[in-house]
């Protein structure tokens, strides 16, 4: 089915046709319309227009007001100040064209193919080291981004940029040929606590040996060497860290309800044999020069606090490449092989100089342009209630899992005190859909560039900006319509509308126009807002419009039905979109 025109877009163009035909002089101005609190929209491109023409505003307000039609979709148009035009739909319309979107699948939202593809760069962990709280934002910031932009119509194709080469290696891989039953696990298969337990241990125990052995550190070296050169051995043990680490992370995005496919975890190495070549481009074009043995990238605008230009290093003075060579390297891999037009990282905010850094040196050397574009989508840090970075009582950093259980229990324990009709089992599934979407929306509903303190108390609240209150809402109107029982959902276009109900049916017009703002945008908080203020408009509803009453005729309790349904589906559309469930009872 093709989109659906919203209310806004549709009064949008009735006040530009009445425009053109009151002020032909005026050309295609603009109405400037938004929603208002004193009328349904507001029209204020009269000023501007009247300033152009140099004419008194309320004046060629009343003009524009003469030649709009009545009728259809609006009811009333009222001059007010300066030359507003406030403007009131009539419900008719309000009902016909929720009725056009409850009769798609996709609830009348525009699907535009791109012809570009994007690359959504997120959810980047560390080989042989735990998952902690700085991890959360980019694998749920990017998960949400990628299913917004696919439901829009966007070719996205994910990268999981992991962490899995470098020095360390050599300590690790040294530790386990002298060591080789570190790695192995008692059952036929590793769990991800099993595998991640172990990858700890010998962490550790490599690491202290590193630091009070030299000839251990020696022999550490010399497997750094080994392993850059692709000797087999030191590869095969290197490829089973790796494989360890992915039992391990798999099982930490399983518990964030988020899927990760093996195809798109394409870490450092995946581009280890495009370092030379491209230092090599970067060199022989000018982009990159020598100063003092390393292959480096100056900038005008980047300097240190004495003044003197800092550089991005691509090859270091010993031969060794910094990360900006392997960054580079991913972005000529994406552009040339994926075909990307949009590059997205969804990046720490602390990272924000190194990448304007390698974007600026990437469209130096051609392979960023105007068709071709990279987006940094920068996040900001989680606190703890203190307001400082989130740390435990002793000063580390806070395992994810652990965040993720404690949420989860939490959570288990507000579901079993409102269940009324649930089972046990039925309880600890509830309580894991609604932890986890807790800590979703909590850090989705903060502007991404923006730190957001931990809260856990706030987050499991059925009162409040969380995602228990929308899945609350979704679950009260699951519950509605079970009791209608063979009463079926029915739009009725030829009732007069409460205002609750008014208020409800525009607001949920407007699902499809804040979607394609945060796509365009990269702005996930917009809809965690768009669909907290829809469940507080149900609430509303809910309160003013008894739906179900025995002395409702049955035209108005089918459309209320018909409303309750609606709702539903959008919020169990939008929760979708940020990866979070919707339980039917809770």
């Known amino acids: 089915m093709a989109s659906v025109t919203s209310l806004a877009s549709t009064v949008d163009q009735r006040i530009a046709d009445a425009l053109s035909a009151a002020l032909p ?32 505003p309320r004046e060629l307000a009343a003009q524009v007001v003469a ?26 319309a309000i009902i016909e064209t929720l009725a056009a979107r409850a009769a798609d699948t996709r609830l009348g939202v525009p699907f535009e193919p791109n012809p570009g593809t994007t690359v959504i760069d997120y959810a980047q962990p560390n080989v042989a080291k735990e998952m902690h709280v700085g991890h959360l934002r980019s694998a749920v910031i990017g998960a949400a981004m990628v299913e917004i932009l696919e439901f829009t119509g966007e070719k996205v194709i994910r990268r999981h940029h992991i962490g899995d080469w470098g020095t360390q290696f050599g300590m690790l891989i040294q530790y386990l040929i002298e060591h080789p039953h570190e790695l192995d696990h008692k059952g036929a298969a590793a769990s991800g606590e099993e595998a991640m337990s172990s990858l700890n241990r010998l962490y550790k125990a490599s690491r202290a040996l590193f630091d009070s052995d030299e000839e251990f550190k020696a022999r550490a070296r010399d497997r ?62 000018g982009v990159a020069v020598r100063s003092e043995g390393a292959l480096c990238v100056f900038f005008d605008d980047v300097k240190g606090p004495d003044g003197n230009p800092v550089p991005l290093i691509v090859k270091k003075t010993n031969g060794g490449y910094g ?58 840090t ?21 965040l993720l259980d404690e949420a989860v229990e939490r959570a288990t324990a507000v579901v079993r005190e409102k269940a009324r009709d649930l089972g046990e089992e039925e309880i600890a599934e509830r309580g894991k859909q609604v932890g986890i979407g807790a800590v979703k929306y909590a850090d989705l509903s903060t502007s991404a560039a923006r730190d957001y303190k931990f809260d856990l108390d706030q987050m499991v609240s059925l009162n409040g900006d969380t995602s228990v209150y929308i899945q609350y809402a979704y679950a009260r109107i699951q519950s509605i319509l079970r009791k209608a029982g063979d009463t079926t959902a029915t739009a009725h276009p030829e009732l007069e509308l409460a205002p609750a109900e008014r208020a409800l049916g525009l607001h949920i017009d407007q699902f499809g126009e804040v979607l394609a703002e945060v796509a365009a945008a990269y702005e996930p908080h917009k809809l965690t807002a768009y669909l907290y203020q829809l469940a507080s408009l149900y609430t509303t509803f809910y309160d003013q ?34 990866g979070i469930r919707s339980p039917e009872r809770l």
């Open 67 to 92: 030649t709009l039609p009545a009728g259809d979709v609006i009811k009333e148009v009222e001059v007010s100040g300066p030359g507003f035009l406030n403007i009131t739909v009539t419900d008719r």
């Open 382 to 402: 989680v606190l703890g209630k203190d307001g400082k970075p989130f740390k435990t009582r002793e000063g580390e950093t806070v395992r994810l899992v652990d």
């Open 224 to 285: 750094v060497v080994a392993l850059q050169a692709g000797e087999p051995e030191t590869l095969a043990l290197w490829q089973r860290f790796v494989d360890e680490s992915k039992i391990y992370f798999y099982s930490v995005f399983d518990q964030l309800d988020m899927e990760i496919r093996d195809p798109d975890v394409v870490g450092e190495s995946g581009y280890n044999d495009m370092l030379e070549e491209t230092c090599r481009i970067l060199e022989e074009t």
């Open 25 to 56: 002089e005026a050309g295609s101005a603009n109405p400037l319309l938004r929603r208002s609190d004193r009328a349904d929209f507001q029209a204020n491109g009269l000023l501007a227009l009247a300033k152009k023409l140099k004419g008194n």
């Open 323 to 380: 990360y900006a060579a392997t960054d580079l390297s991913a972005i000529r891999d994406r552009v040339r092989n994926l075909d990307a037009s949009t590059l997205v990282y969804v990046v720490d905010a602390r990272q924000s100089l190194h990448f304007k850094m390698v974007f600026e040196t990437a469209r130096r050397a051609g392979w960023l342009s105007d068709e071709v574009r990279a987006v940094q989508l920068a996040f900001g």
């Open 545 to 578: 419009c008894h739906v179900l009453s025995d002395e409702n005729p049955p035209a108005l309790v089918e459309n209320r039905l018909f409303l309750c349904a609606l709702t539903a589906r959008t919020l169990q559309q939008g929760l979708a979109l940020l």
